[in-house]
């Protein structure tokens, strides 16, 4: 059996954990969620990280104090380094979060999107287990997170909720708060995601959609609206997704790393 790992959640309004079962896909512990301190600065958010690591170290099935600590963080990052910072303080630009963040725990951090973990996630357990090729991983919620997965591997830091859609940046008419802000009913808003569907459907031909994000829990109310080519279905993972995405790209990660005293 694979050895258990902490998956890290870091979001514009928590931060949650687990312990994750990478072989299964499962939270074997959690989530345990705090707050995501307001600014999120980097001392501040790594502190709150540590409290939610903290809660996992003695319990049983814990992973050993020098595995690596898998995390999603909201912003594109490349090379360890952050290039965006989503609802989160703009002092996490070009912070080298694996290191600043390893240093404050004292064990190897990965770091990956949010958006890639939950992608990562559902690919491998969720409603995109065992399908080979394109699958696009699209969660709608404050903005519009993409996650583009080819034969199980990921192409990282995808923006397709920036394809302009109308006119619009996507994510300014389509994703889910944007619907709250409009005011627009089920079948109105179906129509602007059959719009943006079919944009991304051109653009990559993928063989399954998989939506996401909280609205996911309320699919039918638009996606047996949308007439696409490629089959679309909600998310099966939830909330879940992004803990143990960051656990998985953890444990991927850590196979063919040095460990973390050896880069020090």
């Excluded at 303080?89 to 290191?99: H, K, P, S, V, Y």
């Excluded at 404050?104 to 399908?131: F, K, P, Q, T």
């Excluded at 998985?248 to 990660?253: A, N, P, S």
């Amino acid at each position: 059996m694979t050895e258990t790992l902490i998956g890290i959640d870091i979001g514009g309004t928590g931060i949650k954990g687990g312990i994750v079962d990478p072989d299964q896909g499962i939270l074997l512990a959690g989530p345990v969620q705090v707050p995501t301190p307001q600014p999120a600065t980097p001392t501040a958010v790594a502190e709150a990280v540590a409290q939610v690591v903290d809660s996992f170290t003695h319990l049983p099935g814990a992973p050993d104090r020098h595995a690596p600590i898998g995390m999603a963080f909201p912003g594109i990052i490349r090379h360890g380094v952050v290039r965006s910072a989503a609802n989160v303080d703009d002092g996490w630009l070009e912070t080298d979060i694996i290191t600043f963040l390893g240093d404050r725990l004292g064990r190897r951090v990965e770091v990956i999107n949010d958006a890639d973990a939950a992608g990562l996630a559902e690919s491998r357990y969720g409603a995109g287990a065992g399908i080979t090729g394109t699958i696009l991983v699209i969660t709608l919620g404050t903005g519009i997170g993409s996650a583009f997965i080819f034969d199980g591997q990921l192409v990282p830091n995808t923006e397709l909720g920036h394809l302009e859609v109308d006119g619009c940046d996507a994510e300014t008419i389509a994703s889910a708060v944007a619907r709250e802000r409009h005011g627009l009913p089920w079948v109105e808003y179906s129509g602007v995601l059959q719009r943006y569907f079919s944009h991304v459907e051109f653009l990559f031909s993928p063989e399954l959609f998989i939506v996401g994000g909280g609205i996911s829990q309320r699919a039918d109310e638009f996606l047996p609206q949308l007439s696409l080519r490629t089959p679309v279905v909600p998310a099966r993972l939830l909330n879940d997704a992004g803990i143990i995405g960051a656990a998985l790209h953890g444990h991927r990660t850590h196979l063919s790393a040095p460990t973390w005293t050896e880069v020090r």
